[in-house]
């Protein structure tokens, strides 16, 4: 055990946890915006594949990691058009087309990888921002910097992007004319509606931000990786789902909630690296981040009141 | 005139000699070298037979891992299957496997060790049909299921052994997917041999064949971890090859050759022949011996084979020595578990 507390293991656990936490963090507050305003999309996971599948395969044909990106963040919008008429309109149940969402991202981006690529092929992974093309220099002080160098400056863009995203979430939903809107439709859509609230549109924005970000937390998963396969997100959309619950639907906590899941990873995967976990025990281990999350889920579920109108269909008739 | 004659004989003698030599490279069957820079695709063989044959695999049929392994094994056997890939949910390979057999397909390749309780079911209701399992050391008493499984300690006790002349001290780092099946046999084996080398290992398993991401951070631990030479198994292993050539870092592979992941840095890949055993079953098959068996791929037998990587500048002592291991474990000289 002693091997582990020293400072650089412990400075690249924490490390670890940060670029792991990126893609849950990513979906779990586009979710979070999407259940704020009463809608639940289970269909998080198969946005992430496609959008994984997308930004893969962009950087394939054009070696752009931004054009990746786009096209996931793309690919998310179209998804969320998709999902949003037929539960907002079409008024339905929102658990069941999240499931189908999900089943149609997992076959289809399977089908778009077998026809396209086949083999996996390593691309590019996204630049740590030392390595960035023309300003990689400047930073390259800073990530030598003992601790904090490794700890605040070793990671790619799109990590500061995600980290970012939790104050402008907090103020678009706390601070705006809109993040009300959405807070009231998620809580009482005949009131809002009574007050002259368009409760269609404000849910229709709010999914399609919400799917356009998973569509990037794919798209980020994968240029990170350097790889896209069959299933490639592996249930990270259904976690991120699960973070929202954790995080009480407030951004901050669903932050935390996605540092602690990637911190667990990573401190199991570091102990049984130092064999500090025993051979053997090794699928008791794999377990732990999600039985610290049910717990955590447990403990704040009798404490926290989640958005009253979520996953109910809102008619005026 | 006579001499002359001799001598041009001697000649030919002398130049099949040498063009033999030449070929074979120091090779032996339980062993090749890749040219550098060459198209790995397999090339199709003469067919072995007219039966149909259909294949039911759990991930994708060119994932480079566990099943590409059995699609480029019927192509070596000129064998052109139906296949249903991608099927990690058992009731869909079930399904998979039923609708082959009421199809009227003459063997099916159940290729998932985790289908075993559905051909259980299946096989009895088609005893017509003959159905091939693996990777299994039993095939559960069904008079028509061939089982199949890999030695994968031997040739993972080669790659460790090769691995310890490249890590020494600094050890390896070995990226697991689910303590289970060939995995485990291949982890065991490869620990074997490269503390047989004078190195270590450090094991992690993920508890996943799939998640690329764990795959990829328990990669990057290893080498945060100051190893020098990392090794892995299952189609996530993929995510560790990335962090392989990110940091430099020898890799040895299993179950298909990696070298179409890591061109440069891949050493040796243990690869599975699982043609040395179906050609063996439909032999039987075409015989009317529709299974009752279980067979194993071994190092002697050619079903394992050590591939060593041309583009990867290997010591030739290095190379001799992971050599003699072979004969030494096909000879019984060497424990690989």
């Known amino acids: 055990?002693?091997?582990?507390?020293?400072?650089?293991?412990?400075?690249?656990?924490?490390?670890?946890?940060?670029?792991?936490?990126?893609?849950?963090?990513?979906?779990?507050?586009?979710?979070?915006?999407?259940?704020?305003?009463?809608?639940?999309?289970?269909?998080?996971?198969?946005?992430?594949?496609?959008?994984?599948?997308?930004?893969?395969?962009?950087?394939?044909?054009?070696?752009?990691?931004?054009?990746?990106?786009?096209?996931?963040?793309?690919?998310?919008?179209?998804?969320?058009?998709?999902?949003?008429?037929?539960?907002?309109?079409?008024?339905?149940?929102?658990?069941?087309?999240?499931?189908?969402?999900?089943?149609?991202?997992?076959?289809?981006?399977?089908?778009?990888?077998?026809?396209?690529?086949?083999?996996?092929?390593?691309?590019?992974?996204l630049p740590t921002l030392d390595k960035l093309p023309g300003v990689g220099g400047i930073f390259e002080p800073l990530v030598d910097i003992d601790i904090v160098g490794p700890l605040l400056f070793d990671h790619n863009l799109m990590t500061y992007m995600a980290f970012l995203l939790v104050p402008a979430t907090?103020?678009?939903?706390?601070?705006?004319?809109?993040?009300?809107?959405?807070?009231?439709?998620?809580?009482?859509?005949?009131?809002?509606?009574?007050?002259?609230?368009?409760?269609?549109?404000?849910?229709?924005?709010?999914?399609?931000?919400?799917?356009?970000?998973?569509?990037?937390?794919?798209?980020?998963?994968?240029?990170?990786?350097?790889?896209?396969?069959?299933?490639?997100?592996?249930?990270?959309?259904?976690?991120?789902?699960?973070?929202?619950?954790?995080?009480?639907?407030?951004?901050?906590?669903?932050?935390?909630?996605?540092?602690?899941?990637?911190?667990?990873?990573?401190?199991?995967?570091?102990?049984?690296?130092?064999?500090?976990?025993?051979?053997?025990?090794?699928?008791?281990?794999?377990?732990?981040?999600?039985?610290?999350?049910?717990?955590?889920?447990?403990?704040?579920?009798?404490?926290?009141?989640?958005?009253?109108?979520?996953?109910?269909?809102?008619?005026?008739h | 005139m006579k001499a002359k004659r001799m001598l041009k004989l001697f000649a030919v003698l002398f130049a099949m000699t040498l063009t033999a030599a030449a070929c074979g490279s120091g090779d032996s069957t339980s062993t090749t070298t890749s040219e550098c820079g060459s198209d790995l695709a397999v090339a199709a063989g003469e067919s072995v037979t007219d039966l149909s044959v259909a294949l039911v695999a759990p991930s994708a049929k060119d994932d480079v891992a566990f099943t590409q392994s059995m699609v480029d094994s019927l192509t070596r056997l000129g064998i052109e299957p139906q296949i249903t890939d991608g099927t990690f949910v058992v009731e869909e390979a079930a399904a998979a496997i039923r609708g082959y057999a009421e199809d009227g397909i003459d063997i099916i390749v159940a290729h998932g060790t985790q289908y075993g309780?559905?051909?259980?079911?299946?096989?009895?209701?088609?005893?017509?049909?003959?159905?091939?399992?693996?990777?299994?050391?039993?095939?559960?008493?069904?008079?028509?299921?061939?089982?199949?499984?890999?030695?994968?300690?031997?040739?993972?006790?080669?790659?460790?052994?090769?691995?310890?002349?490249?890590?020494g001290a600094d050890g390896i780092g070995v990226v697991g997917p689910v303590e289970a099946g060939d995995a485990v046999a291949y982890i065991e084996g490869f620990t074997l041999g490269a503390e047989a080398g004078g190195s270590s290992t450090s094991i992690v398993y993920t508890g996943s064949f799939s998640d690329v991401a764990l795959a990829t951070t328990t990669a990057e631990a290893h080498a945060a971890n100051g190893v020098a030479v990392l090794t892995g198994t299952s189609q996530s292993a993929v995510g560790a090859v990335n962090v392989a050539t990110a940091n430099d870092l020898p890799w040895f592979g299993t179950q298909s050759n990696t070298e179409a992941w890591s061109s440069d840095l891949t050493v040796a890949s243990q690869v599975y022949h699982w043609d040395v055993v179906l050609a063996d079953m439909i032999e039987k098959i075409e015989g009317g011996t529709l299974g009752g068996e279980a067979m194993a791929l071994t190092l002697e037998n050619g079903g394992l084979v050590m591939e060593f990587n041309g583009c990867y500048d290997l010591d030739s002592s290095v190379k001799s020595d992971a050599e003699a291991a072979i004969e030494d474990i096909i000879a019984g000289e060497i424990a690989t578990k």
Do not use: C
Not at chain 1, 197 to 220: D, P, Q
Not at chain 2, 158 to 163: D, H, K, Q
């Open chain 2, 117 to 167: 309780g559905s051909l259980a079911e299946i096989a009895p209701d088609f005893p017509e049909t003959s159905f091939i399992w693996g990777t299994s050391a039993d095939n559960q008493g069904i008079a028509n299921v061939f089982a199949y499984y890999p030695e994968a300690d031997q040739g993972g006790y080669v790659n460790g052994l090769i691995a310890a002349s490249i890590a």
């Open chain 1, 170 to 316: 907090t103020w678009l939903l706390m601070k705006t004319t809109f993040g009300m809107n959405v807070r009231a439709v998620g809580e009482n859509p005949q009131a809002a509606d009574s007050l002259g609230v368009s409760v269609a549109k404000t849910r229709l924005i709010a999914i399609l931000i919400g799917s356009s970000l998973a569509g990037i937390a794919g798209a980020t998963l994968s240029l990170q990786l350097a790889i896209f396969q069959h299933n490639l997100t592996n249930g990270i959309g259904f976690i991120a789902v699960a973070l929202v619950y954790f995080g009480a639907w407030r951004p901050r906590w669903v932050m935390a909630g996605a540092l602690l899941y990637g911190l667990v990873t990573a401190t199991r995967i570091r102990w049984q690296s130092l064999d500090i976990i025993p051979q053997g025990a090794s699928d008791i281990a794999a377990m732990a981040p999600a039985i610290i999350t049910i717990l955590a889920l447990v403990l704040l579920a009798s404490r926290v009141r989640g958005p009253a109108a979520l996953t109910r269909p809102f008619s005026r």
């Open chain 1, 1 to 125: 055990m002693s091997q582990f507390f020293t400072v650089s293991v412990l400075v690249a656990t924490l490390a670890t946890a940060i670029k792991f936490a990126v893609p849950y963090l990513l979906a779990a507050l586009g979710e979070t915006i999407g259940q704020r305003s009463g809608v639940l999309n289970l269909g998080v996971d198969g946005i992430m594949l496609l959008g994984a599948f997308g930004g893969y395969y962009t950087v394939i044909q054009t070696g752009s990691h931004l054009q990746g990106i786009l096209v996931g963040l793309g690919i998310g919008l179209a998804i969320g058009i998709v999902y949003a008429y037929v539960t907002v309109f079409l008024h339905a149940q929102q658990g069941i087309s999240g499931i189908g969402i999900f089943l149609f991202g997992l076959g289809f981006s399977d089908l778009l990888f077998q026809e396209l690529v086949g083999t996996p092929k390593p691309i590019r992974p």
